[in-house]
């Protein structure tokens, strides 16, 4: 359903193996879950106006685009600055068997979520078995 790709999860893990610290948090963590025919994605952007949310799909790759600023007013001194600003970029690589076409995407409590339903060629299917010729003919007897 989902091919997970970071660039820099090899490089991170193999700083924390050499020089013993943290790796770099995810500034957008995800969930990802099948909910019967949907595959479903939960973003976590606390902080970000659903405005400054953008969500694109080309081919089977899911991008989302996330913008989180600080008001701050002028003047004033910032004694402590940890929480993460600027813009912020996600990519997911998507199986075949999802139905992009048909995605729909929807922002509540800082939680982005995106739904993706199984598209109806990878669902499974009942397939009907018919009798030969052959065999009608000696049922009908």
């Known amino acids: 359903m989902l091919m997970r790709t970071d660039p820099f999860r090899d490089l991170d893990r193999l700083t924390q193996?050499?020089?013993g610290t943290v790796a770099r948090p995810?500034?957008?963590p995800i969930d990802a879950y099948r909910d019967g025919d949907s595959f479903v994605v939960e973003f976590?952007?606390?902080g970000v106006a659903a405005d400054s949310i953008e969500v694109t799909v080309e081919k089977n790759v899911l991008t989302v685009h996330a913008?989180?600023?600080r008001a701050v007013p002028e003047g004033?001194?910032?004694l402590v600055a940890e929480r993460p600003q600027?813009?912020?970029s996600r990519q997911l690589f998507l199986?075949?068997?999802l139905d992009t076409e048909a995605l729909v995407a929807s922002y509540e409590d800082g939680v982005l979520t995106v739904r993706i339903p199984v598209a109806e060629r990878a669902k499974p299917?009942?397939?009907e078995i018919t009798r030969s010729a052959r065999e009608r003919v000696a049922i009908a007897s």
């Open 26 to 28: 995810a500034a957008m």
């Open 67 to 69: 913008d989180r600023g």
């Open 76 to 78: 004033t001194e910032m």
């Open 95 to 97: 199986g075949e068997s």
């Open 125 to 127: 299917r009942k397939v």
């Open 86 to 88: 600027g813009t912020f």
């Open 17 to 19: 193996q050499l020089v």
């Open 44 to 46: 976590e952007l606390p």
